[in-house]
C-alpha cells in the first residue's frame, strides 16, 4: 500500500480506496474515530469514499461525534446509529457512589441532579461545576457541603439568569474574547486561538487561563481544541451580540488572514457579514484542492450552498458554470439541467458549445433521450475541435444504442474510426460499443467478442484499469453464452482482481451478481447465493439500491428454486419495495412477476392471483414491453394449470408457442416449467408425438447443457410420455432412473421430489414394496423437510394441500400400510 501512495504523483481518493483494499486483504482491523464531524471537510470526503472499501472486508469502523456540533455521519453508509442514553433517577446513586469520594454529600447532589441536570454522565459533571462555580456545592476545612438556603431557591432560577450572573464580574476583554468563540463554529487550537484573539487582547494566555479558572471555557492545548463549556453558554453570549452583521465582517477580516484557516469557516463568516461574493472568492483554493483529490461530493456540499447566495450576476454565473462541470462527474442530472434554465432564462446567458453539448448530456441521463441527441448533433456540426468532436459522436452513439437505434448506432460508429489521432481510450469505447452492437442487433457472440477483444487490448495499452475490468466481464459473459465456462471464469477472476485492486466496489458487486447468474444457471444455487450475498453487502454498503434490487431478484429465484420459499418472498418483497422508492416500474414488475411464481409454486391462489393482477396492472399502467407481456402469459399459463385445475381448457397450440417463445428469451427455468405444463397437456390429450418432438428440439435439448437438474427434468418427462407411447428409445423406468443419477449430486430442489414420487410409484405397481418405500420416504421426508422451512403457518398449509403434493402423501400412506 505505502509503495501505491510512493508511485502516485497525484493523490486522489481512488489512490486512498485502492490503498486500503491492499491493507484489508492482508488484516482485518477496527477503525476508531473520535470527533468525526469536527475533522476536516475534505477528509470526511477521503474517509466517505474509503469506508464502503472497508466495510465489505468486514471491518469495523467506530465514530464519535460531538454532540455540540452538527452530525457528520449521515453520508455514511450501511451504519448504525446509538445515542447516548441520560441516566435514570434510580441509577442516579449508584452512579455517584462509584465516581466519586464517600465523602460527597452525595444524597444531597443526587436530589439536585435529579431535579435540574440532563443526567447525561459528561454533563453532570459540568453541572456539578456549576453548582461550585454558584457557591451552592462549597468546599471548606470542614468538607464537601451543600448550601441548602442557596439550591433551594435553584428551581426559580431560569439558566438565562445564571449565564448572566456568570459573565456579569467579567473584564471588556473576556466579554469580548467569548463574544468572538461564541461566533465560531470550528474548533481552535491555542495558536489559531491567540492568532485570532491577538486583534483584541496582547495577553491572550492570560484571559484565556482566566476564562478557564471561571469555569467558562476549556483551555486550549497545542495539539487540542478549545470550546466554551457550555452549548447554552455559546448561544447565550452570542444572542447578545447587538451587530451581528459588524461582528461576523470582522471576524471574517481576521480569519481570512490567518493562513490554512478553515475555508468554510472563512466563508461562513463572510455570508453573515452580508459580503456575499467573499464568501465565494475566499473558497477558490479550497475548491481547487477538492478538485485535485476528487472530492466531488465535498464539492457539491459547497457549490449546492454558493447557487443560493446572492452573488454578484457575474460570479453567479461562473458557480453554476463550474457546478455543471461538478455534476457532469456525480451524475445529477436533474439538477443540472435546473441550473442550465437558471442561465438561460434568470441570468440570460448566451450558451455556447460546451453548454450546449452539457446541455445534451444531461438530457440524455435524464431519460429526454432524443431532445439530448438532437443538441448533440447539431454541436458536432459546429465544433472544430477534433477531441471535443468525437466525445459528442461516443455521447451519441451511447444514446443510439440505449434507445436500440442500431443502424444510427453503426454509422457513427463507423464514422469514428475513420478519425486519425484517437487515443486509446477513445478507439477501445468504439470497439466496446460495436461489441454491445453486435450482441443486441444481430445476436452475433462471435463478432462481439472480437470487438471486446480488441477494446481490451486499447485500454491495455494506456493501462485504464477500470474500463480493463469492465470489458473482461464482457468477455467472460460470451465466453459463459458458448458454453466456454473455464475461460469465463478466467476474465471473470481477472476483473474481480482488478476492482478488488483499484477499490471499485460498484464493478464489484455487479461482477459478483452477473457470476451468480452463471452459477445459477449451472445448478451450482448454494454458490451462487454465497456470490450474491456478498453483492449485496457491496451494494447497500454504497447505496446502490438499482445494484441491490437487482440481486435480491436473482438471489430470491435462487431461494425459490431450493424450496426456501419464505426466504425467497422476503427477497422479492424488498426488491419490490427498492424499485418502487425509485419509481423503477420495469424492475417493480419483475418483482410481482417472481412473487406470483412464487405462490403459485407453492399452491396459494389468494396471494398467487393478487400479485399477478398487480404485475399486469403494473404492465399496462407503465406501457412495459414484450418481455413482461410473455411473462404475464406464463403466469397466466402456471396460475390456470397447477391453481385453477383448467386443464381440459388448455389450448396445445398457445401452449407450445408459449414455450417456444421462452426458449428464444433464454430463461432457462422458466422454459423448464412451461415444459412440464406442455408435456402434461400432450398426455391428457394423448398427442404424444408433440410432446416428445418439443423434447427432442434442439432448442430445448439445449437448455440441459451445464445443468442436470434440467437434463433430469428432460428425463423425467421423456419417460412420461414413454409409458404413454412407445417411441423405442429405451424402457421408460430407464429414463426415470437416469433422472434420478442426474439428481444425486445436485441441490435438492421441487424437481428431486416429483422424480421421486414417480419412481416410488412405478415400483410400488410392480411389486417391489422395499423398492417403492425407499423412494416414498425419501419423497415424504422432502415434502416435510420443505414445509418446515415456511415460517408462515398459512403459506406452510397452502404448501401441503398443493394437489400434487395432497396426493403424493395420500398415496404414500394408502400405499405403504400394504406392504405389511
Known amino acids: 500500500a505505502l509503495q501505491m501512495f510512493k508511485k502516485e504523483r497525484d493523490l486522489n481518493i481512488e489512490t486512498f480506496i485502492a490503498a486500503f483494499a491492499e491493507i484489508c486483504k492482508v488484516k482485518n482491523f477496527i477503525l476508531i474515530i473520535d470527533d468525526f464531524n469536527l475533522l476536516d471537510d475534505v477528509v470526511k470526503e477521503v474517509l466517505y469514499h474509503i469506508f464502503p472499501a472497508l466495510q465489505v472486508t468486514g471491518c469495523k469502523i467506530v465514530l464519535f461525534e460531538d454532540q455540540a456540533v452538527s452530525s457528520s455521519v449521515e453520508a455514511v453508509p450501511n451504519k448504525t446509529e446509538h445515542q447516548l442514553s441520560p441516566l435514570l433517577p434510580g441509577d442516579i446513586p449508584l452512579f455517584l457512589k462509584e465516581n466519586y469520594a464517600g465523602y460527597f454529600p452525595q444524597k444531597q447532589l443526587a436530589s439536585l441532579l435529579e431535579k435540574f441536570a440532563d443526567l447525561f454522565p459528561g454533563n453532570i459533571l459540568l453541572f456539578l461545576n456549576e453548582l461550585v462555580a454558584n457557591k451552592i456545592l462549597i468546599f471548606s476545612h470542614e468538607g464537601i457541603s451543600v448550601d441548602e438556603e442557596i439550591s433551594g431557591k435553584l428551581s426559580s432560577v431560569s439558566q438565562g439568569a445564571l449565564f448572566k450572573k456568570r459573565i456579569a464580574h467579567l473584564s471588556k476583554k473576556e466579554k469580548a474574547v467569548l463574544a468572538l468563540l461564541s461566533a465560531v463554529d470550528v474548533e481552535l487550537n491555542l495558536e489559531q486561538t491567540k492568532t485570532i484573539l491577538k486583534n483584541f487582547t496582547d495577553d491572550t494566555e492570560a484571559i484565556l487561563s482566566c476564562l478557564q479558572k471561571k469555569n467558562l471555557l476549556r483551555m486550549p492545548t497545542p495539539n487540542s481544541f478549545n470550546h466554551l463549556i457550555y452549548s447554552g453558554l455559546k448561544f447565550f453570549i452570542y444572542s447578545g451580540i447587538a451587530d451581528k452583521v459588524g461582528h461576523h465582517k470582522k471576524i471574517a477580516s481576521i480569519v481570512h488572514a490567518i493562513p490554512g484557516f478553515f475555508p468554510n469557516e472563512v466563508s461562513r463568516h463572510y455570508e453573515l457579514g452580508k459580503e456575499f461574493d467573499e464568501a465565494y472568492l475566499c473558497l477558490k483554493t479550497e475548491i481547487n484542492r477538492a478538485s485535485e483529490l476528487s472530492a466531488f461530493l465535498y464539492l457539491t456540499k459547497i457549490f449546492s450552498r454558493l447557487i443560493k447566495l446572492p452573488l454578484s450576476e457575474k460570479y453567479a454565473i461562473e458557480v453554476r458554470k463550474v457546478f455543471l462541470q461538478i455534476l457532469q462527474k456525480t451524475g445529477d442530472s436533474g439538477l443540472a439541467l435546473h441550473i442550465l434554465e437558471e442561465l438561460e432564462l434568470d441570468f440570460h446567458v448566451k450558451f455556447d458549445h460546451k453548454l450546449m453539448t452539457l446541455k445534451g448530456v444531461f438530457l440524455i441521463a435524464s431519460g429526454a433521450v432524443e431532445a439530448g441527441k438532437k443538441i448533440l448533433i447539431r454541436q458536432v456540426e459546429m465544433i472544430t475541435n477534433k477531441h471535443n468532436r468525437i466525445e459528442i459522436l461516443l455521447e451519441i452513439a451511447n444514446a443510439n444504442l440505449n434507445t436500440n437505434l442500431y443502424d444510427e448506432t453503426k454509422i457513427v460508429l463507423d464514422q469514428l474510426l475513420k478519425y486519425e489521432g484517437l487515443t486509446c481510450e477513445q478507439k477501445g469505447k468504439v470497439f466496446n460499443i460495436n ?91 448454494e454458490k451462487a447465493n454465497e456470490l450474491y450475498k456478498n453483492a449485496k453487502n457491496i451494494f447497500q454498503t454504497i447505496g446502490k439500491k438499482n445494484g441491490l434490487g437487482l440481486t435480491l431478484l436473482n438471489s430470491g429465484e435462487t431461494h425459490l428454486i431450493i424450496c426456501e420459499y419464505s426466504t425467497a418472498i422476503e427477497e422479492f418483497l424488498r426488491a ?206 422432502l415434502i416435510v423437510f420443505f414445509s418446515k422451512n415456511i415460517s408462515d403457518d398459512s403459506l406452510r398449509e397452502s404448501y401441503l394441500s398443493k394437489k400434487e403434493r395432497r396426493e403424493d402423501l395420500q398415496f404414500i400412506m394408502n400405499s405403504l400400510p400394504l406392504k405389511l
Open 435 to 525: 461489441g454491445l452492437l453486435e450482441l443486441y442487433k444481430n445476436n452475433n457472440a462471435e463478432k462481439a467478442f472480437s470487438f471486446f477483444s480488441l477494446a481490451l487490448n486499447e485500454f491495455t495499452k494506456s493501462d485504464l484499469k477500470q474500463r480493463i475490468a469492465r470489458v473482461q466481464v464482457n468477455l467472460g459473459n460470451i465466453c459463459s453464452m458458448k458454453g466456454d465456462n473455464a475461460r469465463a471464469e478466467q476474465y471473470w477472476n481477472s476483473s474481480l482482481s482488478i476492482n478488488n485492486s483499484i477499490g471499485d466496489l460498484e464493478q464489484e458487486a455487479l461482477l459478483l451478481m452477473n457470476y451468480g447468474i452463471y452459477l445459477f444457471d449451472t445448478a451450482n444455487y
Open 576 to 781: 419490490a419495495n427498492i424499485f418502487h422508492s425509485t419509481e423503477n416500474k420495469e424492475e417493480e414488475a419483475s418483482a410481482y412477476f417472481f412473487l406470483a411464481k412464487t405462490f403459485i409454486v407453492i399452491g396459494n391462489i389468494v396471494e398467487a392471483k393478487h400479485y399477478a393482477d398487480r404485475y399486469e396492472k403494473l404492465i399496462t399502467e407503465g406501457k412495459l414491453g414484450e418481455k413482461h407481456l410473455l411473462q404475464l402469459t406464463f403466469i397466466n399459463a402456471l396460475y390456470n394449470y397447477y391453481l385453477n385445475f383448467s386443464r381440459k381448457e388448455t389450448d396445445g397450440v398457445e401452449l407450445r408457442s408459449l414455450c417456444n417463445a421462452l426458449l428464444e428469451t433464454d430463461n432457462r427455468y422458466d422454459s423448464v416449467l412451461a415444459s412440464m405444463i406442455y408435456v402434461d397437456h400432450c398426455i391428457d390429450e394423448e398427442k404424444y408425438k408433440d410432446g416428445f418432438s418439443f423434447l427432442m428440439n434442439k432448442k430445448y435439448a439445449g437448455l440441459s447443457t451445464g445443468n442436470k437438474i434440467y437434463d433430469a427434468v428432460r428425463l423425467h418427462l421423456l419417460g412420461k410420455l414413454e409409458i404413454h407411447h412407445r417411441f423405442g428409445e429405451k424402457p421408460f423406468i430407464d429414463y426415470f432412473n437416469d433422472a434420478y443419477e442426474s439428481l444425486k449430486e445436485e441441490s435438492i430442489t421441487e424437481f428431486t421430489r416429483i422424480v421421486l414420487s414417480m419412481l416410488g410409484k412405478i415400483y410400488f405397481e410392480r411389486n417391489l414394496f422395499s423398492k417403492a418405500e425407499e423412494f416414498f420416504n425419501l419423497t415424504e421426508g
